[in-house]
């Protein structure tokens, strides 16, 4: 399996496969610590809706995942691959144009 995901990213030692698995753990993790104090501003709690907490998490997390996942990564010494990985993800929601 860890085989695989190395021919799929094209990296060949498992240091830097690790570095990328702790890369993606760590920003999700991230990615849920900055909800939290915006939805605390916002004053939005479990009695609100959820039909304005789910779109609004989406809202949210989505742009800040990618975020954190480049400097997470760039933190890792993996910003090259990262940056890779954000064009294809971005080209696949078709705002940016694949080179």
């Known amino acids: ?5 190395k021919n799929r990213w094209q990296i060949e030692s498992n240091f830097q496969l690790i ?8 920003t999700g993790s991230l990615t849920l610590l ?3 104090p915006i939805f605390e501003y916002l004053d939005i709690n479990t009695t609100t809706s959820l039909w304005i ?35 294809k993800m971005l080209s696949r929601f078709r ?3 694949k080179a």
């Open 53 to 87: 907490r789910i779109p609004l998490s989406i809202l949210i997390i989505t742009p800040s995942y990618q975020i954190l996942l480049i400097i997470v990564g760039t933190f890792l010494g993996q910003f090259k691959f990262f940056w890779a990985f954000e064009k």
């Open 95 to 97: 705002f940016v144009k």
């Open 34 to 36: 900055v909800r939290r």
């Open 19 to 26: 570095l990328i698995l702790i890369t993606f753990s760590v």
């Open 1 to 5: 399996m860890l085989q695989k995901l």
